[in-house]
Every structure is written in structure tokens, then in C-alpha cells.
């Protein structure tokens, strides 16, 4: 960063305040004199303000690119060049920031629309025109003549007379607090910002150009002195303010603020004055809205959005717009929301509910429940349903019984707009019963026995009785190889008042369907989803793997995991087994005999090469991973010896075999 010498931070700091006072303007500002001009936009915009001329037809707002900054700043640079020479200062200067360049420039426009503004064509006009209103200080520059502050004191009671105690002043050696008084008197008494610090007018390094620029508005008061105290009673439409938010939701109540402002940029304290405000929808419509003289020098302007989009706040002061007007409010989808139970199903006679939450318009005491309107209606017959509120702490809980099993449409409005997802079409069904707790359904286990429990508590609750009989389950495996196999019937019992529990034996593994209907209707989570693991049992040994000819093949049945929960299952008789040959499909006969208890031995013979199958099946279901393929080789029985080869009559012959 460039450094500079302390007068030059003087100028830098008064400058940046001579900025400023016209940006506010248009609501725009300046923090870093160097940096926050380098793109020239608000360059721009201070020319278009002190000339009250359009600077450049087409310039970049907000650029990034630097071939964007240099085409703004060369844009100023040439609209201040046809008004006064500039010499040495280029957009290049501007657009890198060059500090000492960039003072250079802006004294440029301020000689040019504030100094000379005022008739003076040179230092010498300003100065002689001091020492015309204060020959008692003896002013003779812009630099030491104002160090000890009393210069500033006596030209601001020389413009209004009597607004400095002057013996006070002059028997004062303290210039900081001589220059405070002054400055701060002639922003209170004569509309003359404080551009210039006081400190910085006391200075070592005071800063002439600054001086300069400060006293300028001395001398403009005292030319038009009539006029400027006429002006500070009434407002100026380009320096009152609109304010107020630039974004919220539907419904929610907005309030816009006007502050009436004189020329001098000071607020007024008195109504009266000739402003009116109106508001245009997203579409350009016009808005019921509300403008109210506060009689305080301020006017509110108040509506409330109900639709979604830009709206246009607009003041005007005589017919004249405001400077920030029109002032842009972007208005959301609103955050009132509903939920519950009732908005998503409903069981016949029994009551349901949802709610509607509004915690903004809640928080700030806007929620007017007689704007909520909520219907239930039943479409066959068509019929109003009779709903009952009550407060919530966000919003309100709504309540209503079905009276009819069909399709009901929900109508939520606040302010005659849907809200969130309305209409809502529920189905009201027979869904009074509760199953398995509503806790879904776990695991089962092929041959196992299976059961859940069975709820009427909400019919109990209006006194509906519901039998066994009422009740209807089926289940069906889900594997189209499966579904034709005949299934186990699902027994329901009565276990206590309103309470029932379904049995069932799955005979399958794999995803199951669990349909359930009451009084012939179906439940509307129905149909349910139950997996059945595969059963516990195990069949090995080598007459599942592979054998021979001859030679019997044994393989083991081991059940013994199922005999403590379902031993009537697991009996000899109960299983299915078949050997068949592949080649000719005939059937062999096989022998099962216990072991010990929940674990059976299976023999077979083959009697020809080749592939075998063995199944090996429970209650008609295969078990483990049956069917098997299993294949019989030739027997490898061979023998050998004496015995074999020669022999006599009654002569035992030996020979051996080997298996």
C-alpha cells in the first residue's frame, strides 16, 4: 500500500467524508477512498449526483474483470476532463488504486462542482470572501489562520449571529476544543456537514485543499442563506429515506419507514408534508396498503404480502419519487406448515387431527385464526365434515371424525391462499385395528411357529366391538416360484378385551405378503411385509456329495434345533425323501432311521453310474439346500489271490478283496 505523508491523510479523510455526504444520496458510501473508487462505478454515480448528468449511457455494475474497472474509471475520467483540464491522472491510476493520483482526481471534481460552484475561480476568491465576513481573525490562508480554531467559531456566528459565545472563544487558548465548538455549531446551526475532523484542523500538518473544501460550504451558505433556511424546513425527495425490509414471507405484516429529510441531509421533526406511498404486487397490481403520518417527521407504509415474488414499495414526496424509492421486497413461500396424522389417513369413527404451525406470524403476534379456514369434506356423499380447534403454542391443532369410509378432501387457506400442499385427499378406511403394536413385523424362521399381536384400542374408544370373525389374514410368499404352493391357514384368538394374536407356521423362505382386512376391508398399510429366515435344519454327510455302486450312501437329517420350539415337526414320518437316478428317473428306495432325538440317518443304494437326486423336503417344503446332486461312480471293490486263479474240489481256495 502506498504511503503517504500526514497532510495527505488529512485530505484522504476529508475527501472520503466530501464523498460520502453526496453518496448517501442514493443510499451508497465510501469506506476506503482508494480502494472502494477503483472500479469506477461509484465514481459514476458521484458525478451523476453533483451534475445531475448522465455520466455514461451503459457502464458494468459491479465489475470484476479489470478491463471492466478501467472502462468505468476511463468513463469519469473523460466526463470530468470536458468540464476542467486534468493533467497526469489517468483511469489506469484510478482503476490500481494510486492514492496521491486519485486525490488529485476527486479535488478535481470537488473545485469544479463545489468550489467554483459557488463563483470563485481561484483560492484568492475564497479567501478574499472570508476575510469579508470575519476581519477580526485575519485570515490569511487555508492552512495556519484556522490553526487555533477560532477562525472556524467567528465565521460560523458571522453566518448566524449569535450561535458562538466568541468572548468565550477568543479568551480560550485550547484550539481542539475551539474547532469542535465551531464545527459542531455550524453543523447544528447551519446544515454544514462536519467533513473536516477537528483534530485535522488543528493539525501541524493541516491540509490546505481540505481547508478548502470544508469552508466552500461557508460560502455557499452565506449566497444562498434565504433560500437554504426555507429549504431546511421541508423535505427533499432525494435526501428522505424509505427503509424497511427487502425480503420476508407471505402473511407476514410489513412495515416500511419514510424519514422526511431537508436538502442538508437532517431529519425533520414535523408531519404534514405532501408524501404518498402505494404498493404494486409481483404482477404490477396494486396492494391494499396503509400510509400513516406519524406527525413526527416520519410516515409508515404498511401491507401484508400474500403472494409470492418482488414487490414494489413506492414513495413519492410533491409527485416526486423518493431517491431509494421504489424499494424492492422479495417476499418467500410462507413457513406456515401443517402436519399430523389426520392429513395422511383416517379410520372410520375414529377421531384424527392435524395442525397448523405459524411460528413467525406467531413470534410477532400476527396470527389471526379467524383468516385460517379449514374444511374436511367427504367426496361420496359430499358432505362437510363438523371440526373442532384448539390454540397450540405455534399455531392450531384441528379435529375432526370420519363418518363415511371414502375419499375426503382436506381445504387448508389462510388469508383465501392455500397453504403448503392444500387441498389434502386422504382415504378413510377401516383402520381402527393395530398391528404388531405398529412396530412392524420381525424375522420369522421356516417351521417355526409365527405370531403377532392384534390392537382395537381405537374402536374400544368409541365402544365398537370387534370380534375374531371380523378379522381376515392371508399370507402369500412373494417368489413367483412359491405363490400356486398351497399356504398354512393364520388362526386369530382372542387374548383379552380388544386384543387378539394371529399364529401361523411359514412354510417358505423368503419375502412374505401379509394382507389383512377388517370387516372386508383392507387395512391401508395392508399388505404387510414379513421375511422368513431358512430353517435351522442341516443335511449332511457323503450320500448328499457323492457314492458308488453297491455301496450303500448315508447321509445325516440334523433337526435337533427345532425340537424345543416345534418338536411335533421334526419326527421321522414328517419328512420327505426321494432318490431318483437321473437317467432312467427311477425312484430308489431309501431307509430312515432316529439317531437320537431331532437327528435322522437316510441310506440309499445306487445301482447305476451316474448323476443322482436327492430331495430332501419338510410339510412338502425342500429343507437346507436340496435338491441335490449327487454322483454315483462304479465300485471300486477289487480282489485278488490263489483262490482265483486255480482251485480243487474241497480244497478252500483263499483270495482277498479290496473295497
Same mark, same amino acid.
Given at each position: 500500500m502506498e504511503d503517504l505523508p500526514k497532510w495527505a491523510l488529512i485530505q484522504k479523510r476529508t475527501f472520503t467524508a466530501w464523498v460520502n455526504s453526496h453518496l448517501r444520496e442514493r443510499v451508497l458510501g465510501v469506506k476506503d477512498l482508494f480502494i472502494d473508487l477503483s472500479d469506477g462505478e461509484l465514481l459514476i454515480n458521484l458525478l451523476e449526483i453533483i451534475s445531475a448528468r448522465e455520466v455514461a449511457r451503459n457502464y458494468h455494475k459491479k465489475p470484476k474483470m479489470r478491463a471492466q474497472k478501467l472502462e468505468n474509471c476511463s468513463h469519469a475520467v473523460k466526463f470530468v476532463g470536458r468540464m476542467i483540464k486534468i493533467v497526469g491522472i489517468g483511469a489506469e491510476a484510478i482503476a490500481d488504486g494510486k492514492?496521491?493520483?486519485?486525490?488529485?482526481? =476527486?479535488?478535481?471534481?470537488?473545485?469544479?462542482?463545489?468550489?467554483?460552484?459557488?463563483?470563485?475561480?481561484s483560492k484568492a476568491d475564497l479567501l478574499k470572501w472570508v476575510q469579508s465576513k470575519i476581519p477580526e481573525s485575519n485570515v490569511q490562508d487555508f492552512t495556519d489562520s484556522w490553526k487555533n480554531g477560532k477562525a472556524i467559531c467567528h465565521l460560523t456566528d458571522a453566518l448566524e449571529r449569535g450561535t458562538v459565545d466568541l468572548k468565550k472563544v477568543d479568551s480560550t487558548d485550547d484550539p481542539l476544543?475551539?474547532?469542535i465548538l465551531g464545527e459542531q455549531t455550524a453543523e447544528r446551526e447551519l446544515d454544514i456537514p462536519m467533513i473536516l475532523a477537528p483534530e485535522d484542523m488543528v493539525s501541524p500538518d493541516i491540509d490546505e485543499l481540505s481547508v478548502m473544501t470544508y469552508i466552500s460550504y461557508f460560502r455557499d451558505y452565506d449566497l444562498d442563506s434565504q433560500n437554504r433556511r426555507e429549504k431546511r424546513r421541508l423535505p427533499d425527495p432525494a435526501k428522505s429515506l424509505l427503509t424497511g425490509p427487502t425480503s420476508s414471507e407471505q402473511f407476514v405484516p410489513l412495515s416500511f419507514l419514510v424519514t422526511a429529510r431537508n436538502f442538508a441531509s437532517k431529519d425533520l421533526d414535523q408531519g404534514g408534508h405532501p408524501f404518498d406511498g402505494n404498493v404494486k404486487s409481483p404482477q404490477g397490481a396494486p396492494v391494499e396498503s396503509k400510509f400513516v403520518d406519524n406527525n413526527n417527521g416520519t410516515y409508515s407504509l404498511s401491507f401484508i404480502p400474500l403472494e409470492i415474488g418482488k414487490y414494489s414499495v413506492n =414513495?413519492?414526496?410533491?409527485?416526486?419519487?423518493l431517491a431509494s424509492s421504489p424499494l424492492q421486497c422479495q417476499i418467500s413461500k410462507s413457513t406456515i406448515s401443517v402436519d399430523g396424522p389426520g392429513l395422511a389417513s383416517a379410520s372410520l369413527f375414529v377421531p384424527t387431527h392435524f395442525f397448523v404451525h405459524a411460528p413467525v406470524l406467531k413470534q410477532i403476534g400476527a396470527f389471526d385464526k379467524s383468516q385460517l379456514i379449514c374444511r374436511v369434506t367427504s367426496l361420496s356423499p359430499e358432505k362437510a365434515l363438523t371440526l373442532s380447534t384448539e390454540d397450540t403454542e405455534d399455531g392450531i391443532a384441528v379435529k375432526y371424525t370420519p363418518e363415511v369410509v371414502a375419499r375426503h378432501r382436506i381445504q387448508i387457506d389462510y388469508r383465501n391462499n392455500p397453504i403448503s400442499d392444500s387441498p389434502y385427499l386422504i382415504s378413510v378406511t377401516n383402520d381402527g385395528l393395530i398391528v404388531n403394536d405398529g412396530n412392524g413385523f420381525p424375522k420369522g424362521t421356516q417351521f417355526l411357529p409365527y405370531s403377532f399381536p392384534l390392537s382395537t384400542d381405537p374402536f374400544l374408544s368409541q365402544n365398537i366391538a370387534i370380534s375374531p370373525s371380523d378379522i381376515q389374514i392371508t399370507v402369500n410368499p412373494t417368489s413367483p416360484e412359491i405363490q400356486n404352493l398351497e399356504q398354512p391357514k393364520v388362526v386369530i384368538k382372542a387374548d383379552g378385551k380388544g386384543k387378539f394374536k394371529a399364529e401361523w407356521i411359514p412354510l417358505d423362505r423368503g419375502?412374505?405378503? =401379509?394382507?389383512?382386512?377388517?370387516k372386508d376391508v383392507p387395512l391401508s398399510q395392508s399388505p404387510f411385509s414379513i421375511q422368513v429366515d431358512q430353517s435351522p435344519i442341516r443335511v449332511e454327510g457323503a450320500g448328499v456329495e457323492q457314492g458308488e455302486v453297491i455301496v450303500p450312501s448315508v447321509f445325516i437329517i440334523d433337526a435337533s434345533k427345532l425340537i424345543a420350539t416345534s418338536p411335533s415337526l421334526v419326527e421321522r414320518d414328517q419328512f420327505q425323501v426321494s432318490v431318483t437316478q437321473a437317467e432312467d428317473k427311477k425312484v430308489l428306495e431309501h431307509k430312515i432311521r432316529q439317531k437320537k432325538e431331532g437327528i435322522y440317518?437316510?441310506?440309499?443304494?445306487?445301482?447305476?453310474p451316474g448323476d443322482h437326486q436327492v430331495i430332501v423336503a419338510l410339510k412338502g417344503r425342500s429343507v437346507a439346500?436340496?435338491?441335490y446332486r449327487v454322483p454315483i461312480g462304479e465300485c471300486k471293490v477289487t480282489a485278488s489271490g490263489p483262490g482265483l486263479e486255480n482251485a480243487e474240489q474241497f480244497i478252500v481256495a483263499p483270495y482277498s478283496a479290496l473295497i
Open positions: 492514492g496521491k493520483l486519485i486525490l488529485g482526481f =476527486v479535488w478535481c471534481i470537488i473545485l469544479r462542482w463545489h468550489i467554483q460552484k459557488g463563483g470563485a475561480t476544543a475551539n474547532a =414513495v413519492s414526496l410533491s409527485d416526486k419519487p419375502s412374505h405378503d =401379509v394382507s389383512i382386512k377388517l440317518e437316510v441310506s440309499y443304494v445306487g445301482e447305476k439346500q436340496s435338491p
